[in-house]
Antibody, heavy 116, light 107 residues
Framework: QVQLQQSGAELAKPGSSVKISCKASGYTFTSYYISWIKQTTGQGLEYIGYINTGSGGTNYNEKFKGKATLTVDKSSSTAFMQLSSLTPDDSAVYYC?????????WGQGVMVTVSS | DIQMTQSPASLSASLGETVSIECLASEDIYNNLAWYQQKPGKSPQLLIYYASSLQDGVPSRFSGSGSGTQYSLKINSLESEDAATYFCLQDSEYPYTFGAGTKLELK
């Protein structure tokens, strides 16, 4: 079955960076994009962008350019998202999800807390 | 960006009732609309894609309809397990955008 296993919760200081992983299994990794989505109580769900797992090409929501960097390691079927220059506004649950004709399967989410 | 206006924000209904949730897009999204269910502490689960196609394994009491800018999710014969937050996603144009969500409470 399709599974997206994300890394664990992060507690980070303002100005620092975190890197979240998303390991896929149960399907051909390079046949689908991996998307990343931010969820907060206040702003709801926001689409950060996707990475083409075959080519490594990316497409970012303008709002997250400079904030998020998406990469992929095909050899381990793992996608990564680095969040940089963290501020309290970056505190959220971050999901990876498989994207084909639509966004279908989601990881379990990673809570990132930014606090001094 | 395409704006998705979802209504109502919350809904209270009884077991066995039928409810509908609406999403209005700021422009035509050509049926590129998905619906998800999310329970507290869990990740979203896909219910409907391409406006009306039922995802494998989703009960048939869930259905989607609509076209152009107006879409709806209908849940027939509510069951206790349907208590959750539901939201829509337009996947017609990047960046994809989501509705704000509808919290469904069972009386």
């Amino acid at each position: 079955q399709v599974q997206l296993q994300q890394s664990g919760a992060e507690l980070a200081k303002p100005g620092s960076s975190v890197k979240i992983s998303c390991k896929a299994s149960g399907y051909t990794f390079t046949s689908y994009y991996i998307s990343w989505i931010k969820q907060t109580t206040g702003q709801g769900l926001e689409y950060i962008g996707y990475i083409n797992t075959g080519s490594g090409g990316t497409n970012y929501n303008e709002k997250f350019k400079g904030k998020a960097t998406l990469t992929v390691d095909k050899s381990s079927s793992t996608a990564f998202m680095q969040l940089s220059s963290l501020t309290p506004d970056d505190s959220a649950v971050y999901y990876c999800a498989r994207e084909g004709t639509t966004v279908d399967y989601w990881g379990q989410g990673v809570m990132v807390t930014v606090s001094s | 960006d395409i704006q998705m206006t979802q209504s109502p924000a919350s809904l209270s209904a009884s077991l066995g009732e039928t409810v509908s949730i609406e999403c209005l897009a700021s422009e035509d999204i050509y049926n590129n609309l998905a619906w998800y269910q999310q329970k507290p502490g869990k990740s979203p689960q896909l219910l409907i894609y391409y406006a009306s196609s039922l995802q494998d394994g989703v009960p048939s009491r869930f259905s989607g309809s609509g076209s152009g800018t107006q879409y709806s999710l209908k849940i027939n014969s509510l069951e206790s397990e349907d208590a959750a937050t539901y939201f829509c996603l337009q996947d017609s144009e990047y960046p994809y955008t989501f509705g704000a969500g509808t919290k469904l409470e069972l009386k």
